[in-house]
Every structure is written in structure tokens, then in C-alpha cells.
């Protein structure tokens, strides 16, 4: 309907008709129905049309305003591209080829432009100063066309080898997932500046995760690394967009400065600071995946593998009017950086509460904590080699290698002095402490583990208790008559504490007394015996 057409659409439809284009085709280009375009344009193909009907093109002249009919003017030219910038010596903008109301208050509106003024200020100058009668749009419309005059045509910009590649995600070609759904992904382009060198890969969602790992196989298949990435303010690289000064995700920086490379985010909405790739995705959406549907991410990723080499690579370039994967190998390849030895330790990072086990959970295995840290929050970093858990200030408080899932990584140095049982902490530290109970204590206790063995650990334990309830004496007295005894149960020795009746002395074995004859006489009256016997 022509009377809810926005201005811009009425006067673009002008323009291309005047330039030559048919209705058929405006139609086409700006989205409007042949109708709407035959009764905005007087076409006599439209009947009952009449001169009411026409869209106001809102260039009036004074005299033509009060009555509201409207006039036919010269549309405004394209400006012309070129090598060259215009020419600063220029005052001022020429008035455009208009009759509108304006065109007689085009000294002011200049100034006021140069002066920076805003158009409403403009307009208000001109009535109060200048006498001005038009309207604030007609003024405005004047405004857009002087601008229209003074653009300047776009730099192009060219990189040496191995300086710059631009990365950009576009939509890719549908797959099918293992449920037999049709889904959606994302290809991911990355073009060398120089060379227009690329590649190409298509995943499912456009993580952090992914983002790198595309990148990181996009290098090892150029065989280097840029100097410079070039990307748009991607969620996944970019946490705050900032022209001067943008905050990048910790992982995107960690990966720049593992492969000596630098990430130069563009301004924001503005996609011809990257045009390169913005070309790239069109020609490989257009080209390669246009129409087609593969039965996995994989086999995506394997044509795409393929079409770059047999088709992207064999292609003339428009702009450096060489092959392409030629140029690479000829002049890129080299300027690029080394790659390091390994591949980026591509980690993820969660946070997660420390359990009353003094354990966190992570992709199902278990990793100790420092005590203090039991029911607090952690930062925890994980790659497919190595566990780092951050406190709340990002100071690392421990570190793990990887266990499979199910399992338990405990330091010793995690767990409380007061929950290490006094059996983990061996036979050795036992000992150590019956010393301090006396030495019959300490001659029992050596003496019942060599004939009770491992379960004599679990009679350590419990002789050390008895020092709760008895003083050291008692125990020693008892210790000491067990020993005399030869018997080495504690239940033993809790009844000698218990009765602390006088120790019974035994007597010693003694080899000479008068009463005890020699064994020779002995030896002798056996003889004797023996002989008279017979």
C-alpha cells in the first residue's frame, strides 16, 4: 500500500526507475508489490489512478507547499568509487538539483553541517534566523541528499603475507543427527587476507569450545599461524564489544598468547572491516553446501575438507587475479609463524561447591580439596591431562591429574589431621607414641607385634587408649608382668590394671647351690645303679 511506504523505500523505487530498471525487477529488489509500484509511479497500466494517488516525494517548492500537490526532480547520483579520496580542497557541497524549499537556504544548512549541528537544530536556526516556512522533513530530506553528495568511496585495504586471517560463522547446510532429525549448524570461515586462502568447518553451536577448536584446526592446515585474527563481536570470542578497548573471553586470550597470535575484534556493526571473510562465507554457502543435506557433522566437514582443496584453491581470485591455493603455497605458507609442538590445552572451567567429603565433582571423577574449603564455592579448569582449582580471587589452591570417571583423586595434604586414622598412619607412629608411656610399654608392644602380626596394629590402638584412663605406671606395672608372662593380649593387661595387686616375683633358674650336686656325680650314681642291677 503506498501510503504506509517508508520514505526511503518510495524514494529508492524512484531512483531505480529513473534509472532504467523495470517494475518487474524493483519489485524484486526492494520488496514491494508491482501494484504499489505502477500507483507510486503514475504508470498508465494502473487504472483509476490518479495525480492524489501518487506517493509525496516531499521535495516542495514555496509556493507549491501551502497547495500539498508534489513535483517531479532529479534523482541523486551514486557517488562515484575510486582510487582517490575527494578533493579537500572543496568548500562546500553544491546544492543538489532539486526545486525543493530549501534550496534557497543552502548556504545556512552547509554551515550548520560543517558546525556539526544537529538537523532539528538546523531547522530551528533557519526559522528563527532565516525566515524559513518549509517543513522540519523536507529539511531533513535536503540534508541527506547533501550528505549523499560528500561520501567518499570505501579504503581497500591489503595485508602482506602471513599478517592477518578473518574468521566469521555463517549459517551451514542442514544435517541429519542420530534421531533422524533435520538439524541446523554453523560453518565456520577462516580466510588468510593475503592470499584468500581458506578454511572451512561446520559445527553445531557457536561455544567458545568450538570457536577454538575450529581455529586450531584452521592453523594446522594452513601449517602456521597469522600475526593477527581478525572476527566480528562474536559471543563466543568477545564478552563486551569496545572499539578501543573490548573484553575478551579468558580462553580466547589464553589460546592467542599459547600460539603468539593477536585477536583485533572489529568496530561494532560493521562488517566491511572484515569484508574478506564476509565475501567467504557467501561463496562457500552459495558453492558448496547450497542445497544439500549430509547425513552427519562429519561427512559436512569431510566435503567441505575436500571442496576447498579441489575447488576453493584451484579457483582465479576477482581481486588478486592469481589461484589462490598457488598464491598460498608461493607467497603466505612461509611468512606465517611456526607451530608449537603441541596442541592448545583447550580446558573448560565451571564453578562448583566443595561436598562435606572435601571433594568436588567433575565430569563424574572426584578431586580433593584443601579442608577450609569444605561447603564453599571453587573455580575449577580442566583439560583431557590436568585439574586446577581456583579460590574466589583466582589463587590456584590445588592441583590433579586427571582420573577416569568413578574415580577419587585425594592429597594426602586435603584431608584433616583429625580424620586420618591412626591405623593409614602406620605401625611406626604408634610405637612413636607408646614411648611415651614407658619402656615396658614400648618392650610389650615390640614384643606382641611379632607374635600377633597385622592384627597387633589394631592392640597398638587399643593400648593407647588405656592411657585415657590410667596413669603411665599402672600401665607400665602391667606391661611389664604381661611380658614376664609372655602373653600378649590387652585383655591381659586390662586385668593386671585392674587387680594392681603385688607383682609375684619369679625366680631365676640357678646353676650352683650346695643342694645341687655336680652332673657328674649324678652321671656316676646312674652308672652305679645300672651296673649293680645287672
Same mark, same amino acid.
Not at 501510503?3 to 523505487?13: E, G, P, R, S, Y
Not at 575478551?248 to 561494532?268: E, H
Given at each position: 500500500?503506498?501510503?504506509?511506504?517508508?520514505?526511503?523505500?518510495?524514494?529508492? *523505487?524512484?531512483?531505480?526507475?529513473?534509472?532504467?530498471?523495470?517494475?518487474?525487477?524493483?519489485?524484486?529488489?526492494?520488496?514491494?508489490?508491482?501494484?504499489?509500484?505502477?500507483?507510486?509511479?503514475?504508470?498508465?497500466?494502473?487504472?483509476?489512478?490518479?495525480?492524489?494517488?501518487?506517493?509525496?516525494?516531499?521535495?516542495?517548492?514555496?509556493?507549491?507547499?501551502?497547495?500539498?500537490?508534489?513535483?517531479?526532480?532529479?534523482?541523486?547520483?551514486?557517488?562515484?568509487?575510486?582510487?582517490?579520496?575527494?578533493?579537500?580542497?572543496?568548500?562546500?557541497?553544491?546544492?543538489?538539483?532539486?526545486?525543493?524549499?530549501?534550496?534557497?537556504?543552502?548556504?545556512?544548512?552547509?554551515?550548520?553541517?560543517?558546525?556539526?549541528?544537529?538537523?532539528?537544530?538546523?531547522?530551528?536556526?533557519?526559522?528563527?534566523?532565516?525566515?524559513?516556512?518549509?517543513?522540519?522533513?523536507?529539511?531533513n530530506r535536503y540534508i541527506n541528499r547533501l550528505e549523499q553528495k560528500k561520501a567518499l568511496p570505501f579504503r581497500r585495504i591489503e595485508t602482506p603475507p602471513?599478517?592477518?586471517?578473518?574468521?566469521?560463522?555463517?549459517?551451514?547446510?542442514?544435517?541429519?543427527?542420530?534421531?533422524?532429525?533435520?538439524?541446523?549448524?554453523?560453518?565456520?570461515?577462516?580466510?588468510?587476507?593475503?592470499?584468500?586462502?581458506?578454511?572451512?568447518?561446520?559445527?553445531?553451536?557457536?561455544?567458545?569450545?568450538?570457536?577454538?577448536?575450529?581455529?586450531?584446526?584452521? &592453523?594446522?592446515?594452513?601449517?602456521?599461524?597469522?600475526?593477527?585474527?581478525?572476527?566480528?563481536?562474536?559471543?563466543?570470542?568477545?564478552?563486551?564489544?569496545?572499539?578501543?578497548?573490548?573484553?575478551?573471553?579468558?580462553?580466547?586470550?589464553?589460546?592467542?598468547?599459547?600460539?603468539?597470535?593477536?585477536?583485533?575484534?572489529?568496530?561494532?556493526?560493521?562488517?566491511?572491516?572484515?569484508?574478506?571473510?564476509?565475501?567467504?562465507?557467501?561463496?562457500?554457502?552459495?558453492?558448496?553446501?547450497?542445497?544439500?543435506?549430509?547425513?552427519?557433522?562429519?561427512?559436512?566437514?569431510?566435503?567441505?575438507?575436500?571442496?576447498?582443496?579441489?575447488?576453493?584453491?584451484?579457483? *582465479?581470485? /576477482?581481486?588478486?587475479?592469481?589461484?589462490?591455493?598457488?598464491? &598460498?603455497?608461493?607467497?603466505?605458507?612461509?611468512?606465517?609463524?611456526?607451530?608449537?609442538?603441541?596442541? &592448545?590445552?583447550?580446558?573448560?572451567?565451571?564453578?562448583?561447591?566443595?561436598?562435606?567429603?572435601?571433594? *568436588?565433582?567433575?565430569?563424574?571423577?572426584?578431586?580433593?580439596?584443601?579442608?577450609?574449603?569444605?561447603?564453599?564455592?571453587?573455580?575449577?579448569?580442566?583439560?583431557?591431562?590436568?585439574?586446577?582449582?581456583?579460590?574466589?580471587?583466582?589463587?590456584?589452591?590445588?592441583?590433579?591429574?586427571r582420573v577416569e570417571p568413578g574415580k577419587y583423586s585425594t592429597n594426602p595434604s586435603h584431608i584433616a589431621s583429625e580424620k586420618i586414622n591412626s591405623v593409614?598412619?602406620?605401625?611406626?607412629?604408634?610405637?612413636?607414641?607408646?614411648?611415651?608411656?614407658?619402656?615396658?610399654?614400648?618392650?610389650?608392644?615390640?614384643?606382641?607385634?611379632?607374635?600377633?602380626?597385622?592384627?597387633?596394629?589394631?592392640?597398638?590402638? /587399643?593400648?593407647?587408649?588405656?592411657?585415657?584412663?590410667?596413669?603411665?605406671?599402672?600401665?607400665?606395672?602391667?606391661?611389664?608382668?604381661?611380658?614376664?608372662?609372655?602373653? &600378649?593380649?590387652?585383655?591381659?593387661?586390662?586385668?593386671?590394671?585392674?587387680?594392681?595387686?603385688?607383682q609375684q616375683q619369679l625366680m631365676e633358674f640357678m646353676e650352683e647351690h650346695p643342694l645341687i650336686r655336680s652332673p657328674h656325680e649324678y652321671a656316676e650314681?646312674?652308672?652305679? *645303679?645300672?651296673? /649293680?642291677?645287672?
Amino acid at each position: 500500500m503506498p501510503n504506509h511506504l517508508a520514505m526511503d523505500k518510495v524514494q529508492t *523505487i524512484q531512483h531505480l526507475a529513473q534509472s532504467g530498471w523495470s517494475q518487474r525487477r524493483i519489485s524484486e529488489a526492494v520488496g514491494v508489490d508491482r501494484k504499489s509500484i505502477r500507483r507510486l509511479l503514475g504508470s498508465p497500466s494502473s487504472k483509476g489512478t490518479t495525480e492524489s494517488d501518487k506517493a509525496p516525494t516531499g521535495l516542495e517548492s514555496d509556493s507549491e507547499s501551502s497547495k500539498g500537490t508534489t513535483v517531479d526532480v532529479e534523482a541523486p547520483t551514486a557517488p562515484e568509487v575510486c582510487d582517490s579520496p575527494a578533493d579537500s580542497t572543496e568548500s562546500a557541497p553544491a546544492p543538489p538539483a532539486s526545486r525543493s524549499s530549501c534550496r534557497k537556504f543552502h548556504e545556512p544548512i552547509v554551515q550548520g553541517l560543517q558546525t556539526q549541528l544537529t538537523s532539528q537544530r538546523i531547522y530551528q536556526d533557519l526559522k528563527t534566523d532565516h525566515g524559513y516556512t518549509g517543513s522540519y522533513w523536507a529539511l531533513n530530506r535536503y540534508i541527506n541528499r547533501l550528505e549523499q553528495k560528500k561520501a567518499l568511496p570505501f579504503r581497500r585495504i591489503e595485508t602482506p603475507p602471513g599478517q592477518e586471517v578473518q574468521v566469521d560463522f555463517g549459517k551451514g547446510a542442514p544435517y541429519i543427527d542420530r534421531d533422524g532429525k533435520k538439524r541446523r549448524c554453523h560453518v565456520l570461515r577462516v580466510v588468510l587476507s593475503h592470499s584468500r586462502k581458506a578454511y572451512s568447518e561446520v559445527v553445531a553451536r557457536q561455544t567458545t569450545d568450538n570457536f577454538v577448536g575450529a581455529l586450531e584446526n584452521a &592453523f594446522h592446515a594452513f601449517g602456521g599461524v597469522p600475526r593477527t585474527i581478525v572476527v566480528d563481536n562474536l559471543k563466543a570470542a568477545v564478552i563486551k564489544a569496545d572499539w578501543f578497548d573490548p573484553e575478551l573471553n579468558p580462553k580466547i586470550i589464553d589460546f592467542c598468547r599459547y600460539y603468539s597470535t593477536t585477536i583485533l575484534p572489529t568496530k561494532p556493526r560493521t562488517p566491511r572491516h572484515k569484508g574478506k571473510v564476509e565475501r567467504g562465507v557467501g561463496y562457500v554457502q552459495g558453492n558448496a553446501l547450497k542445497g544439500r543435506v549430509f547425513e552427519s557433522l562429519a561427512k559436512q566437514n569431510e566435503f567441505l575438507q575436500h571442496w576447498e582443496s579441489s575447488v576453493a584453491d584451484t579457483r *582465479i581470485h /576477482g581481486t588478486t587475479k592469481r589461484q589462490v591455493g598457488k598464491l &598460498f603455497h608461493d607467497a603466505e605458507r612461509a611468512a606465517l609463524h611456526p607451530l608449537p609442538r603441541d596442541r &592448545f590445552p583447550n580446558y573448560r572451567e565451571s564453578q562448583r561447591t566443595v561436598g562435606r567429603d572435601g571433594h *568436588i565433582e567433575l565430569a563424574k571423577s572426584f578431586y580433593s580439596m584443601p579442608p577450609e574449603y569444605v561447603t564453599h564455592e571453587v573455580w575449577a579448569r580442566w583439560d583431557s591431562h590436568v585439574v586446577r582449582v581456583y579460590n574466589q580471587n583466582f589463587a590456584q589452591i590445588a592441583i590433579h591429574a586427571r582420573v577416569e570417571p568413578g574415580k577419587y583423586s585425594t592429597n594426602p595434604s586435603h584431608i584433616a589431621s583429625e580424620k586420618i586414622n591412626s591405623v593409614e598412619r602406620g605401625t611406626a607412629y604408634l610405637l612413636g607414641k607408646v614411648r611415651y608411656i614407658g619402656p615396658h610399654a614400648v618392650r610389650w608392644a615390640d614384643a606382641m607385634m611379632i607374635e600377633r602380626g597385622i592384627a597387633g596394629t589394631r592392640v597398638l590402638q /587399643g593400648l593407647l587408649s588405656l592411657a585415657r584412663r590410667y596413669s603411665s605406671s599402672q600401665i607400665e606395672l602391667a606391661c611389664d608382668a604381661a611380658w614376664r608372662h609372655r602373653t &600378649f593380649r590387652l585383655q591381659s593387661v586390662r586385668h593386671l590394671i585392674d587387680r594392681q595387686g603385688p607383682q609375684q616375683q619369679l625366680m631365676e633358674f640357678m646353676e650352683e647351690h650346695p643342694l645341687i650336686r655336680s652332673p657328674h656325680e649324678y652321671a656316676e650314681f646312674v652308672h652305679n *645303679i645300672i651296673q /649293680g642291677g645287672s
